[in-house]
């Protein structure tokens, strides 16, 4: 089992930051890689970013790109994202994820 924490969500004006959270605890020995997916009211789950957890090699989804950016400390085991120049189409549910486990979610709403 792993356990997936996450943090950091809350209500923004467009072109404002924040920065998100996801902490892994659990049966973590054998991850190698953590994303962000988001999912928006009406829409389905999309690909925000991933990152290795050994080498730290990152990929952002194109709508991203620029904006957000995915780093990890290994040590703490946490994942995070930071987002800027959020826009409000970038509301949305944010979820990270590990191999099949998915954490709780934190809402990110972005007025315009």
């Known amino acids: 089992q792993v356990q997936l924490v996450e943090s950091g969500g809350g209500l923004v004006q467009a072109g404002g930051s924040l920065r998100l959270s996801c902490a892994a605890s659990?049966?973590?020995?054998?991850?190698?890689?953590m994303g962000w997916f988001r999912q928006a009211p009406g829409k389905e789950r999309e690909f925000v970013a991933a990152?290795?957890?050994?080498?730290?090699?990152?990929n952002h989804a194109d709508s991203v790109k620029g904006r957000f950016t995915i780093s990890r400390d290994n040590a703490k085991k946490t994942v995070y994202l930071q987002m800027n120049s959020l826009k409000p189409e970038d509301t949305a549910v944010y979820y990270c994820?590990?191999?099949?486990?998915w954490g709780q979610g934190t809402q990110v709403t972005v007025s315009s």
């Open positions: 994820k590990i191999g099949g486990y």
């Open positions: 659990g049966r973590t020995f054998s991850m190698t890689a």
């Open positions: 990152i290795t957890w050994s080498a730290g090699n990152t």
